[in-house]
Structure formats: structure tokens, C-alpha cells
């Protein structure tokens, strides 16, 4: 498991001031971002992943000779003058599943918006019943003073299994009473 260091990151930072997003991109998409920590993973089927945690959001590279895509769900406003593949708003209740053929780069991934806060990443990962072959990249962040649960911080997590070339992703909001879980299979049609 991966842990981030949480130093130098204030409570402050954490308030939902642009709604949160779930964004897919063709191409490696460099968004102007902090990059708090980054981990790398090769898939059974060859397929690369560089998986990076931005505040309290993600970023992932998925990418296969020079095809790449490029996934965020982050709180940031994307840069509107690049087209996204798939692109929504990700609201309580929200629920949203699709499948995405990039040259033969087949992305499935499937986004809910749950009424549930996990303690930590462990909780996170025995909820999805997540084997013991999963690889973790793990970042909590202070607690938030606008919280009702005082005790729980809010953490984002990335929990990647290699040998069935998928990953999941969670990510914790004490002060507005969700998390926003995804699951997502990446394969090749060739």
C-alpha cells in the first residue's frame, strides 16, 4: 500500500467550491493540477497505468502502445476547449456506467454517488469484496470543520488489481455525507 503524506495540505482546501466531475479523455490530458503522490502499474494484458491523487481527487493515465486515455473525477472545472469522450456531473444519487472503444482500448467504468462514508481504505476495499491481490494508492486529508461525523477525515483512494486488468477508485465527503465509488475494466479488442 501507498500512503500520501498529508503535511502541507489544509483543511481549507477540501470545500466543494466547483461541482465535482467525472471526466474521460482521449489522449494523455494534462490538466493544470497538484499532483499530491502518483503510483504505477502494469496490467496482466500489458495495458499501463499511472494513477495520480489531486487534493481530493484522481487522475488516470491508461495507456496501451501510443493509444491513451485520460480520466479525472475531481472538483476542478476541465479545461472546456478539449472535447471529452464522457463528461457528468457527479451529484448524491448519481449513477452512470459506459464503455468506451479507443482503438481497440476498451474502457469500461461504472460511477456511483453512495449515501455511505467508509472509515478508511480497508473498509472501502472489503465492501467491494476487493481480493488480497489488490495494490493500493491511499491519500487522507485533515479533517474538514464543517463535518457533522468529527471523527472521520476524508481520504481518496485508488485500489488497482492487475491480474484482472481492473482498478477502483473511492472518495470521501464527511461534510456532505457521501462518497463517490467507481469500478472500472480496461481490455484490449485486438
Not at 489522449?27 to 499530491?36: D, I, M, Y
Not at 459506459?98 to 465492501?127: H, K, R, T, W
Amino acid at each position: 500500500m501507498i500512503s500520501c503524506n498529508p503535511s502541507n495540505f489544509s483543511s481549507k482546501e477540501l470545500t466543494l467550491s466547483h461541482p465535482i466531475t467525472f471526466s474521460l479523455f482521449q489522449g494523455k490530458h494534462k490538466a493544470p493540477v497538484t499532483v499530491l503522490c502518483t503510483a504505477f502499474w502494469v496490467l496482466a494484458n500489458g495495458i499501463e497505468l499511472e494513477a495520480s491523487i489531486i487534493g481530493q481527487s484522481h487522475r488516470i493515465y491508461c495507456t496501451q502502445g501510443n493509444d491513451c486515455v485520460t480520466e479525472y473525477i475531481a472538483c476542478t472545472p476541465m479545461d472546456a476547449d478539449i472535447k471529452a469522450l464522457d463528461s457528468m456531473s457527479l451529484e448524491p444519487g448519481t449513477r452512470h456506467a459506459n464503455s468506451q472503444n479507443i482503438s481497440g482500448l476498451i474502457y469500461e467504468y461504472q460511477i456511483e454517488v453512495v449515501p455511505i462514508l467508509f472509515d478508511d481504505m480497508s473498509a472501502y476495499c472489503q465492501a467491494i469484496s476487493a481480493g488480497p491481490q489488490v495494490e493500493i494508492l491511499q491519500r487522507q486529508f485533515p479533517h474538514h470543520p464543517e463535518s457533522a461525523n468529527k471523527g472521520q477525515n476524508p481520504f481518496t483512494g485508488i485500489a488497482v488489481d492487475p491480474s484482472a486488468n481492473q482498478f477502483y477508485t473511492v472518495h470521501t465527503y464527511p461534510e456532505s455525507q457521501f462518497s463517490i465509488i467507481s469500478r472500472t475494466r480496461i481490455h484490449c479488442s485486438m
